[in-house]
């Protein structure tokens, strides 16, 4: 039967090619053979479990082979952002069951909180050891393991028992209830999804990739494991530079690249893309918010050489979903590149308000099903039943009603229009905007604050804006440093705005759209800006 886990994609790589370049972070590089010792001494200090294992790191050689270490021992791995709020990442680890974590030097203050929280013992692993007075500080607690103390092995250990339904990783996206929103996925769907993309992506052992996103993002699997599985090398774009890369995609002789659409917009902005400017790269993917075609066709300017593909997916259905290789003379649809057609892994289908299909061109709500789907949220029973519902006159099995609304053109291509609900895309990450309106309610002790997405309308959301009852008393500032306890930044809303009277729509619910509404005509006022701050 062979092994159909994650991890059995890339172990012929780690044995193969032991010593090709595999993983450069800053001026570290590390080699196929290095990073699978790395990550056989962590498996080693771990050890087969049931719970899946934690990775308190960011981007780091921590991060990479604590992942690799984590699937080597038969486990699943959920990656925690060490920039987020302890109290956050708390709660996610609570519900997760997670009993080991994998801590990266710059996750050691967030331990130490995180530890404080839990009566029960949590095991911490430190690959690259830490300050031995906090290491002591945690270990009256709880067990602390650096995996310098543990015999490693050159060799991966392989775990027959691992099946194709176990949890590869887990990952948390922003929720309506105010909690965020835990999706297991499972081996057999990012088996299938990476199957599906190796075919056509064809990455070569030469080729050196881009890793942009942050590893609770889930195209960071598809750069991680896309690039081990082709033996090719993954390089790790610094924080300083993600959001003008130009340099460091040159620096380092990128031939693929991978990230967010509004990368495009920020480098047009500093005049960086000048024609020519990277003609290393020979494919680049953009995902995560929609693509302009005209930031797409200056990204062509400055790489005449590459390919460039438009990927759409969520993280309920393993990453992508559809796919879409542009070119110069595609039509212009709704002023933003198509989506594409459908994996072959998936099966894509459009139904109306009725739930009944739409049958050859025309618009509705995309939904999705085959061996991608995961199938369940976490913990949560009843939005399980609503988003991952059957139509068994269209598939059988389990399907995902994505909440997007999209059009199906003569040729069969998608084309994104928007969302059916309030949900938005900031820096590529998925935001309920009633998530954050329920952590400025809480944090401020007010009834109510309503979110929406800057600029309205836009193909590309630059910041959020809350607006808040007159009467609140509270400095942007302190609105601001109070929710930063409970949300990530890129959730923070950028500016907050007060109000008389909250807007109605003819249904009698809070009317998002009158609001956006009012901060473009106050921006006309005030020179081009939405609004005053408070």
């Known amino acids: 039967m062979g092994d159909l886990s994650l991890l059995g994609l890339v172990r012929s790589t780690f044995v193969d090619c032991r010593d ?52 080597a021992c038969g486990r699943g791995f959920m990656p925690l952002n060490p920039t987020w709020p302890a109290r ?31 009566h029960s013992r949590l095991r911490f692993v430190f690959p690259e050891g830490g300050d031995e007075n906090g290491l002591g500080r945690l270990a009256l607690a709880h067990d602390i393991l650096r995996t310098v103390d543990v015999a490693s092995n050159r060799d991966l250990p392989e775990y027959a028992t691992i099946g194709p339904d176990q949890i590869a990783y887990l990952l948390f996206t922003s929720g309506t209830t105010g909690r965020p929103k835990g999706v297991p996925v499972k081996h057999r769907n990012i088996r299938a999804y990476l199957g599906a993309m190796s075919a056509t992506e064809r990455i070569m052992p030469e080729d050196r990739c881009s890793h942009f996103f942050d590893l ?21 774009v610094p924080e300083h530079a993600r959001i003008s890369p130009a340099q460091f995609i040159r620096d380092k002789r990128l031939t693929c690249w991978h990230s967010v659409p509004s990368v495009i917009v920020m480098l047009e902005r500093l005049r960086e893309l000048k024609p020519g400017t990277f003609p290393s790269l020979r494919l680049s993917r953009f995902a995560g918010e929609a693509l302009a075609f005209e930031a797409a066709r200056s990204w062509q300017t400055a790489a005449p050489n590459s390919l460039i593909e438009n990927l759409y997916g969520p993280t309920e259905c393993a990453i992508n979903v559809t796919r879409h290789r ?22 894509a289908f459009l139904v109306n308000d009725d739930g009944a299909t739409v049958i050859g061109p025309g618009r509705g709500e995309l939904v999705i099903a085959g061996e991608q789907v995961t199938g ?103 609105i601001r440093r109070r929710i930063q306890n409970q949300l990530p930044m890129y959730m923070v809303p950028s500016r907050v705005l007060r109000i008389d009277k909250f807007p109605l729509n003819v ?17 006309k006022k005030d020179k081009g800006s939405p609004l005053p701050n408070v």
């Not at 800053?26 to 934690?54: F, K, N, S």
């Open 88 to 118: 956050r990442l708390i709660d996610m680890i609570a519900r997760s069951g997670v009993r080991d974590i994998v801590v990266g030097h710059e996750g050691l203050e967030l331990a130490h909180q995180i530890a404080a929280h839990f």
């Open 20 to 71: 090709r370049p595999c993983l450069e972070i800053g001026d570290t590089r590390l080699t196929y053979g290095e990073v699978a010792q790395i990550a056989g001494a962590i498996a080693a200090a771990l050890g087969p479990a049931p719970e899946l294992v934690g990775i308190l790191a960011a981007r780091s050689r921590s991060a990479y082979s604590g992942i690799l270490g984590a699937l």
């Open 216 to 236: 609770t993002f889930d195209p960071s699997v598809h750069d991680v494991f896309l690039t081990w599985m082709a033996g090719a090398c993954l390089c790790v």
């Open 507 to 523: 249904n009698g619910k809070f009317d998002r759209a009158a609001l956006a509404r009012l901060a473009v005509e106050e921006g």
């Open 376 to 478: 369940r949220y976490l913990d949560d029973p009843g939005l399980t039943e609503e988003r991952f519902g059957s139509f068994p006159q269209i598939a059988v099995g389990r399907c995902y009603r994505t909440g997007d609304l999209v059009e199906r053109d003569e040729s069969g291509c998608f084309v994104y229009l928007g969302r059916l609900d309030d949900q938005v895309q900031v820096q590529g990450h998925r935001v309920e905007l009633a998530e954050v309106d329920m952590a400025i309610c809480e944090a401020c002790g007010i009834p109510i604050a309503l979110t929406i997405a800057w600029p309205p309308k836009a193909t590309r959301v630059e910041s959020l804006i809350a607006f808040v009852p007159k009467e609140c008393s509270l400095t942007t500032s302190e």
């Open 326 to 347: 542009w070119q110069l003379d595609d039509p212009v649809r709704n002023g933003t590149v198509a989506i594409g057609q459908a994996l072959k892994s998936v099966q």
